[in-house]
């Protein structure tokens, strides 16, 4: 648990950004089908 932690601190926000646009993008794509 607290390596996941250091691992989340150790990211920018614009990583995290996008890992989370990508987990939006395929969230849409399974509720449009």
Do not use: F, R, Y
Not at 1 to 20: C, F, R, T, V
Not at 22 to 30: A, D, R, Y
């Amino acid at each position: 648990m607290h390596s996941l932690a250091s691992k989340l601190d150790g990211m920018n926000n614009g990583e995290l950004n996008q890992l989370i646009d990508k987990k939006l993008q395929l969230q849409t794509l399974i509720l449009s089908e």
